[in-house]
């Protein structure tokens, strides 16, 4: 592997942690500097009748009492040794309560993402295929409409139509594959959206290139064109919207998952920040930091792979370190007097 490679995946690894980092020093500080006392949200709202010094101890025994760099310096040496804190509230580590969320939302998110796709792309291709006006314009109007649509909203009349009128698919379960259809539907709209705009754009484009223009004239039909030529290039700049998605996808999981009562990290995000409960909210933050700079990095490593424009950059930044070398160094000469001129003349 060339030095060009090793400098690419290095820069991307380290504007990864960097990213998480900064997400997780911004939360911290804003998440402190919130008008409340941590003590008392420890306590909850019936300790009423607790002494100062009980107060005091309390603060010392968790670390409270320190300048809040020095909290922070802490929570970032415990953080760098896989220690994400305890939650008061929820007597448990932030670790084993933010896996467990974790492990739900995952499928949730896979499963919706899939939809997305499904519809996103479909609506692209279909709305580029199309050769009627009228039906090329009502395609490129839904992406605009499902955004519109409040993800809350959206859930209910799902669970009116297919849970409580046709029963299909049960409205609140978290038990069987039949219990995340409908979740991951409301959750994969305003992802869907996503998609298509950004896929119709790069399709349309492609769909005017040099090449699209030369199978039109060797007599391929129209949907060879897309298909064949168009759809495989416009594919490669979806994956910039990659980490885009994956954020919308877990936003959305607090709304999805509360309006169809599902455990998951979207209900533990929701009711941490109902409780001030600081130290998985943190602990959220940083999975969904690392998340998204996790993905992006994958992303960042795999444009080399599919895009033979980027291996080509890459090779020549490398060609071009081992080719160029620095110009010699002058050899200098101490001019004496006796030396005749002749030695110094060009």
Same mark, same amino acid.
């Given at each position: 592997?060339?030095?060009?490679?090793?400098r690419?995946v290095g820069?991307r690894?380290?504007?990864?942690?960097l990213v998480?980092?900064?997400?997780y +020093?911004?939360?911290?500080?804003?998440l402190?500097?919130?008008?409340?006392?941590? &003590?008392?949200l420890?306590?909850g709202?019936?300790?009423?009748?607790?002494s &100062?010094?009980e107060r005091?101890?309390?603060?010392?025994?968790y670390g409270?009492?320190?300048?809040?760099?020095?909290?922070?310096?802490?929570?970032?040496?415990?953080l760098?040794?896989?220690?994400?804190g305890y939650?008061?509230?929820?007597?448990?580590p932030v670790?084993?309560?933010?896996? *467990?969320a974790?492990?739900?939302?995952?499928?949730?998110?896979?499963l919706?993402l899939?939809?997305?796709?499904?519809?996103g792309?479909g609506i692209a291709?279909?709305?580029t295929l199309s050769?009627?006006?009228l039906?090329?314009?009502?395609?490129?109007?839904?992406?605009?409409?499902?955004?519109?649509?409040p993800a809350?909203?959206?859930g209910l009349?799902?669970i009116?139509?297919?849970?409580?009128?046709?029963n299909?698919?049960?409205?609140?379960?978290?038990d069987g594959? *039949?219990?995340m259809?409908?979740?991951?539907?409301?959750l994969?709209?305003p992802?869907?959206?996503?998609?298509?705009? &950004?896929?119709t754009?790069t399709?349309?484009?492609?769909?005017? *290139?040099?090449y699209?223009?030369?199978?039109?004239?060797k007599?391929a039909?129209?949907?060879v &064109?897309?298909?064949?030529?168009?759809?495989?290039?416009?594919?490669?700049p979806?994956l910039?919207? +990659?980490g885009?998605?994956v954020?919308?996808l877990?936003?959305?999981?607090?709304v +999805? *998952?509360?309006?169809?009562?599902?455990p998951g990290l979207?209900r533990?995000?929701?009711s941490?920040v109902?409780?001030?409960?600081?130290?998985?909210?943190l602990?959220?933050?940083?999975?969904?930091a690392a998340?998204y700079?996790?993905?992006?990095l994958?992303?960042?490593l795999?444009?080399?792979?599919?895009?033979p424009?980027?291996?080509?950059?890459?090779?020549t930044?490398?060609?071009?370190?081992? +080719?160029?070398?620095?110009?010699?160094?002058?050899?200098t000469r101490?001019y004496k007097a006796?030396?005749?001129l002749?030695?110094?003349?060009?």
């Amino acid at each position: 592997m060339s030095s060009a490679v090793f400098r690419y995946v290095g820069a991307r690894i380290a504007q990864a942690i960097l990213v998480t980092w900064i997400a997780y +020093t911004v939360a911290f500080f804003l998440l402190y500097a919130l008008p409340s006392d941590p &003590v008392s949200l420890i306590l909850g709202p019936d300790a009423v009748d607790v002494s &100062v010094e009980e107060r005091a101890a309390l603060a010392a025994q968790y670390g409270l009492d320190l300048p809040l760099f020095q909290q922070y310096l802490n929570a970032l040496g415990d953080l760098v040794r896989g220690d994400l804190g305890y939650s008061i509230q929820m007597s448990a580590p932030v670790g084993a309560v933010l896996a *467990e969320a974790l492990s739900s939302t995952v499928g949730l998110a896979l499963l919706g993402l899939l939809f997305a796709l499904v519809f996103g792309i479909g609506i692209a291709l279909l709305a580029t295929l199309s050769v009627s006006p009228l039906l090329r314009q009502i395609l490129l109007g839904l992406p605009s409409l499902a955004v519109s649509i409040p993800a809350f909203w959206f859930g209910l009349v799902l669970i009116q139509i297919f849970s409580f009128r046709l029963n299909l698919f049960p409205a609140f379960s978290s038990d069987g594959v *039949e219990s995340m259809i409908l979740p991951a539907l409301t959750l994969a709209l305003p992802t869907s959206a996503m998609i298509a705009q &950004v896929f119709t754009r790069t399709l349309n484009s492609a769909f005017h *290139e040099a090449y699209a223009d030369t199978a039109f004239a060797k007599g391929a039909p129209r949907r060879v &064109v897309v298909l064949r030529h168009a759809a495989r290039n416009a594919l490669l700049p979806m994956l910039t919207i +990659t980490g885009l998605v994956v954020g919308q996808l877990l936003s959305g999981t607090v709304v +999805t *998952e509360t309006v169809f009562s599902r455990p998951g990290l979207g209900r533990v995000i929701a009711s941490a920040v109902s409780t001030q409960d600081i130290a998985v909210v943190l602990g959220a933050v940083l999975i969904g930091a690392a998340l998204y700079s996790g993905t992006n990095l994958v992303v960042d490593l795999l444009y080399p792979v599919l895009d033979p424009r980027q291996r080509q950059r890459l090779s020549t930044r490398s060609t071009l370190k081992r +080719t160029v070398s620095p110009a010699p160094a002058l050899q200098t000469r101490k001019y004496k007097a006796n030396d005749s001129l002749s030695e110094y003349s060009v």
